[in-house]
């Protein structure tokens, strides 16, 4: 059976091939070519189902034909065995007229006679007489018009062994049916093809026109879609095929959009805010500097300056650096020794409030940009030592089993008041101090934590408050590295 998939498939991979060519070889081709989808695929569509319609239709012509050329052939081949047979035993007397499927029969000798005659072919000069052969029984087939009319006869020539010498049968069957039949199918095909036709490019159409209209809606809704309004959002058709999914994956792509510009104006104006205090401030003291005539008075004036000033340089550097991470800037990650990073980190803070101790597991090394998670680390410590009591402890181990595994812990506890249950997640939101009450200057301004978790999810882990039985309770995981593959070739 024929595969008539893939008989298609091969036809529209055909169809491109020439359009290609065509238009490579034309440019004036590319101007014709339609612009729009729904013209482009009435017309891809009409393309393939003519070309598909013209296959089949030779397809069938040719199989009507070969199918009522073989069953005159098979009737004429009978009735000029038949005849053989008479003359090969000297009985042709006995030969009967032709039935019905065969029009004729005569039988020449190998010098031209007409040994017998149907009666259609009395007066009918011998067909030419075929060259000597060898006894036995010979088919040739060939397209004849020995009678008068407008249809063709399928002949059949057996060559046989006679008494009287070497014979040769010729029967003819009509193909009349056949010419008949042709004619009507090609009258047919000739009408019906180009309404089908018309018929799916009409439904190619209309079926496109509607299907894309859902999108012409997204469109036109999208085009009016400021940066003041990302409230909007597109229309969703209820058809749940794929223009639904595409307006659903717009809206979903608008409402990060909206959740951005959000999260960009509140960050911008709590920026605002957090500068505009340590400037004023600022501003205040160099005025009561420059009102002030007693120099003695200058160097605590100037200090307090200083300090609002490193203040603004440390605000100023935790902006540029949240920008980095939200601008999603790849960093040189490599592979690196967390256990010895923390190490570095905490003996270089010399004068803490609150003693640091710590307990590290050996090995552990993970992938990431050895300063910025110096700065997770440096930050998570800063909190803990705001908040602390007595102490503050940093543990590092890897989580071996379990859905955590492959994965390197690392836990800064303290002993202070804690983290209530509501607030775990709020505390790393940026600008987001629990304790209105306490200084700017002990406080900070709130961006410490949020640093940390951007720079850890930066590097494909994550940051949480947990519950401890005492303090607070940071956990930071990454992702453990695992250990090169030492190549054979290098181990001899």
Known sequence: MVDTSRLRGRVAGALRAVLHAAVD??????????????????????????????????????????????????DARRQAETVAQLAAAGKLGRARAPGRAVEFVQVVSADGRVLFASPNLVGVPAFPPAPPEAPGTRLHTWRVRPLDGDHRQRVV???????????????????????????????????????????????????TGHALRPVEAIRAEVAGISDRDL???????????????????????????????IRQRQFIADASHELRSPITVLRTQLEVALAVRDPQLWPELIGGALE?????????????????????????????????????????????????????????????????LGRVVTNLVDNAQRYAVQRVDVTLRTARGGAGAGTAVLEVVDDGPGIPGPDRERVFERFTRLDDSRSR??????????????????HGGTLAAEGGARGARLVLRLPLTPPARQDPHDAR
């Open 157 to 207: 020539q057996v060559v046989t062994q006679t008494p009287d010498g070497p014979a040769t049968v010729y029967a003819g069957a009509s193909l009349r049916d056949a010419d008949a039949a042709d004619d009507v199918t090609t009258a047919a095909l000739v009408i019906g093809m180009p309404l089908l036709l018309a018929t799916v490019v009409l439904v190619t159409w209309r079926v």
């Open 25 to 74: 070889r034309w440019p004036v081709l590319r101007r014709l070519w339609p612009a729009t989808v729904r013209a482009r695929a009435t017309a891809g569509a009409g393309l393939v189902v003519a070309a598909a319609l013209a296959l089949a239709s030779f397809s069938l012509l040719g199989l009507l034909e070969a199918n009522l050329l073989r069953n005159a052939e098979n």
């Open 308 to 372: 609002d000033i490193e203040r603004l340089q440390r605000l100023a550097a935790d902006l540029l650096l949240l920008a980095r991470i939200d601008a999603a800037q790849p960093v040189a990650a490599v592979p690196l020794d967390l256990g010895a990073l923390v190490r570095e980190v905490v003996e270089a803070r010399l004068g803490d409030r609150v003693p640091v101790r710590v307990d590290l597991e050996t090995d552990v090394v993970v992938t990431a940009w050895a300063l910025w």
């Open 441 to 458: 200057d002990h406080g900070g301004a709130g961006l410490g934590l949020a640093i940390a978790r951007d720079l850890s999810t930066h």
């Open 231 to 261: 409230h909007r959002r597109v229309p969703v058709p209820a058809t749940r095929d794929e223009v639904a999914r595409l307006a659903e994956t717009m809206n979903a792509t608008l409402d990060r959009l909206e959740a951005s510009g």
